[in-house]
């Protein structure tokens, strides 16, 4: 294990042990049927609603037991709501055969965990991690969020290389004889600090060589092929002018805009109505910038494009100085800027402004 990869794995388990507040009902919880049940409703179910139907299964089937012999339309009846109902047969089957074939005690190894009907890698790691503690590492998007933007790594989470590498790494990092404790601690991490959209990385226990912090790319990972199946994003740019010059880039992902140049991105995975106190608190926790004059932010722009309509805010900030993550932009003078080539999203707004000596 290399020193990060070793320095990753105490700063993570140190970070859990002081200052981890997330509460949840099963946290903690050693019963491989109440883990299993917990997984089951959480996939593809937030954590918000799949909570009250955990604790309804819970007090109607209290043991694995109780759910194998349970009234097929008795637990749909519970499940109503959820949807994706396959989850609900697929609970009922492995109760069942669990009762016949285990003698209703959940199997141990992580291989007979996984061959069970309905439970893939994920759920088994889960499983074999935090009931017998086994190393084997939890592989969620809160995970592959945390390590493809600590290790800086861009090959996308949902290809097939992507969860080959990421999977490994999470094994690699992975401290074996505490493995149901690190597994929960870099989910909570990945829930409450390095969160989809403005992540505390001001604070963050990793910010000191977390290359995603280090290189401005934040928002950039983790990167995900079917981003380009999406049919709405939305795209806030934050415009900074340094004494008299406009910070660049040019886009290189193999995305939409390809080779034309932007400013500083942060898509999120909902439209943002941003303010002076949201864009400070961005600015201070991604890029460690204390001090900036907030001279603009715009209103809500819109482009349809052939299969994606794109919406966002510009924000104009002025800086006292380029902070270190934003040195390998472009600096361009404000006059010039029109030479440049940008899409045509960012265009309608430089035409719009371009007459107002306050924004440019």
């Given at each position: 294990?290399l020193?990060?990869?070793?320095?990753?794995?105490?700063?993570?388990?140190?970070?859990?042990?002081?200052?981890?507040?997330r509460?949840?009902?099963?946290?903690?919880?050693?019963?491989?049927y109440?883990?299993?049940?917990?997984?089951?409703?959480?996939?593809?179910t937030?954590?918000?609603?799949?909570?009250?139907?955990?604790?309804?299964?819970?007090q109607?089937?209290?043991?694995?037991?109780?759910?194998?012999?349970?009234?097929?339309?008795?637990?749909?009846?519970?499940?109503?709501?959820?949807?994706?109902?396959?989850?609900?047969?697929?609970?009922?089957?492995?109760?069942?055969?669990?009762?016949?074939?285990?003698?209703?005690?959940?199997?141990t190894?992580?291989?007979?965990?996984?061959?069970?009907?309905?439970?893939?890698?994920?759920t088994?790691?889960?499983?074999?991690?935090?009931?017998?503690?086994?190393?084997?590492?939890?592989?969620?998007?809160?995970?592959?969020?945390?390590?493809?933007?600590?290790?800086g790594?861009?090959?996308?989470?949902?290809?097939?290389?992507?969860?080959?590498?990421?999977?490994?790494l999470?094994?690699?990092?992975?401290t074996?004889?505490?493995a149901?404790m690190?597994?929960?601690?870099?989910?909570?991490?990945?829930?409450?600090?390095?969160?989809?959209?403005?992540?505390?990385?001001?604070?963050?226990?990793?910010?000191?060589?977390?290359?995603?912090?280090?290189?401005?790319?934040?928002?950039q990972?983790?990167?995900?092929?079917?981003?380009?199946?999406?049919?709405?994003?939305?795209?806030?740019?934050?415009?900074?002018?340094y004494?008299?010059?406009?910070?660049?880039?040019?886009?290189?992902?193999?995305?939409?805009w390809?080779?034309?140049?932007?400013?500083?991105?942060?898509?999120?995975?909902?439209?943002?109505?941003?303010?002076?106190?949201?864009?400070?608190?961005?600015?201070?926790?991604?890029?460690?910038?204390?001090?900036?004059?907030?001279v603009?932010i715009?209103?809500?722009?819109v482009?349809?494009?052939t299969h994606?309509?794109?919406?966002?805010?510009?924000?104009?900030?002025?800086?006292?100085?380029?902070?270190?993550?934003?040195?390998?932009?472009?600096?361009?003078?404000?006059?010039?800027?029109?030479?440049?080539a940008?899409?045509?999203?960012?265009?309608?707004?430089?035409?719009?402004?371009?007459?107002?000596?306050?924004?440019f």
């Amino acid at each position: 294990m290399l020193d990060t990869e070793k320095q990753f794995a105490q700063l993570l388990l140190q970070w859990h042990k002081n200052d981890n507040k997330r509460l949840m009902p099963w946290k903690g919880e050693k019963d491989p049927y109440k883990i299993w049940l917990s997984e089951i409703i959480l996939q593809q179910t937030r954590v918000e609603q799949g909570l009250s139907y955990y604790e309804k299964f819970i007090q109607q089937f209290p043991t694995i037991n109780h759910l194998a012999n349970a009234q097929d339309e008795v637990v749909f009846k519970l499940w109503e709501g959820l949807g994706y109902y396959n989850r609900c047969k697929n609970l009922l089957h492995t109760a069942r055969l669990i009762c016949k074939e285990y003698q209703g005690t959940f199997p141990t190894e992580y291989d007979a965990i996984l061959a069970l009907k309905g439970i893939g890698p994920y759920t088994a790691a889960a499983i074999a991690s935090f009931a017998f503690n086994q190393p084997y590492a939890v592989v969620d998007g809160n995970v592959f969020r945390v390590l493809a933007r600590v290790f800086g790594i861009s090959t996308a989470i949902d290809s097939l290389d992507g969860k080959v590498r990421f999977t490994h790494l999470a094994n690699k990092v992975l401290t074996p004889n505490s493995a149901a404790m690190h597994n929960q601690a870099i989910m909570d991490f990945g829930a409450t600090v390095c969160k989809p959209f403005n992540p505390l990385c001001f604070t963050c226990v990793f910010n000191t060589f977390c290359v995603a912090k280090q290189e401005a790319l934040v928002n950039q990972l983790p990167v995900k092929e079917k981003v380009l199946l999406k049919k709405k994003r939305f795209f806030s740019y934050f415009i900074f002018e340094y004494q008299g010059n406009l910070l660049i880039k040019k886009r290189t992902n193999s995305d939409i805009w390809q080779n034309l140049h932007e400013f500083y991105l942060v898509e999120s995975a909902e439209a943002v109505f941003w303010n002076q106190q949201l864009v400070a608190e961005s600015l201070l926790q991604q890029l460690g910038i204390e001090k900036a004059d907030i001279v603009h932010i715009s209103p809500m722009y819109v482009q349809q494009l052939t299969h994606q309509k794109i919406q966002g805010q510009f924000v104009k900030i002025v800086l006292p100085e380029v902070p270190k993550p934003l040195q390998q932009y472009q600096l361009v003078p404000l006059k010039e800027v029109s030479a440049w080539a940008f899409p045509k999203f960012i265009n309608q707004y430089l035409e719009a402004n371009s007459t107002q000596s306050s924004l440019f």
